[in-house]
């Protein structure tokens, strides 16, 4: 891991930073914390990225950075504080990569189709297969054996067709 900038002058750093040196308790309220109510940490971890981060003590470089992450170009220090916030969030509950079928913009209110689903879970079992083969956690081979080991012990198992 690269060594984490200070003052951080870009909103990726100041994520970082604040992932690397904030307390223990922000990070869990951030992992039990819905995004819809982020703005609940305002008063709490809002200010200590303020304070910390220097978004009202002359941190220019991160707070522009902030400005052009929003579109805002008035962008106040409290409101650059929850925008590395939320980032901060994205980044703790895998929301900035992750989604159906690898896209990045997935609305979990937003109805999907079964196909969707589907692939979403192709593509995901693929990315553990590849990845545990890759690093001998456990090869290919023996995955398709566990495969067919766990379909023989389903109700039914002669109706089910693996591609292996």
Known sequence: MPAIKFPPLTVEDAVDYLQANMPPHYETQLTTTGKDDLSDLHY????????VLGLWSGNDDLMESCRLASGNKDLDADDASMLIITRLWEKLNNQDNL?????ETFDEKEPVSVDEMLMSEVIQSEALANLLDRKGIISKKELREEMKRIKAS???????RLNL
Do not use: E, Q, T, Y
Request: proline residues 5%; glycine residues 16%; without cysteine.
């Open 44 to 51: 709490s971890l809002g200010a200590f990225a303020s304070n």
């Open 99 to 103: 989604g159906f079928a690898g896209d």
């Open 154 to 160: 389903m109700p039914n198992a002669d109706r089910w």
